[in-house]
């Protein structure tokens, strides 16, 4: 198959084909997170990628409170447990071969990476 031509010069193009790819990081620990995102984001920009983000998502807080005591006898005392989920979003445009040496780092325990790839 032929290399397309520029229609005012005469010599190929190469064309490579590019992606939208948007990563989402998931994760309890905000500290964590952060360092991960900061690495992907490093990474990305010494390959000379477009990098959008990290985007802020709102967080999630899952509260439950229940009864301390088992029997309900007694006092009528509650414990309140709360758990936040932080999310951020990285858009980045490159080849798909490029972000697989860039999502090859060390990823922190208890961060959850999810990667779409969208053609562009």
Do not use: Y
Request: hydrophobic share 30%.
């Amino acid at each position: 198959m032929a290399a397309p031509f520029k229609p005012d010069k005469g010599t190929p193009v190469d064309e490579v084909a590019s992606h939208r790819i948007r990563i989402t990081l998931t994760s309890r620990n905000l500290k964590s997170l952060e360092k991960v995102c900061t690495d992907l984001i490093n990474g990305a920009k010494q390959k000379s990628l477009d990098v959008v983000g990290p985007v802020r998502l709102p967080n999630k807080n899952l509260k439950i409170t229940t009864r301390k005591t088992p029997c309900g006898e007694g006092s009528k005392t509650w414990d309140r447990f709360e758990m936040k989920i932080h999310k951020r979003v990285i858009d980045l445009k490159s080849p798909s071969d490029t972000v697989k040496q860039i999502t090859s780092i060390s990823i922190e325990p208890g961060v959850e990476v999810e990667v779409t790839i969208a053609d562009s």
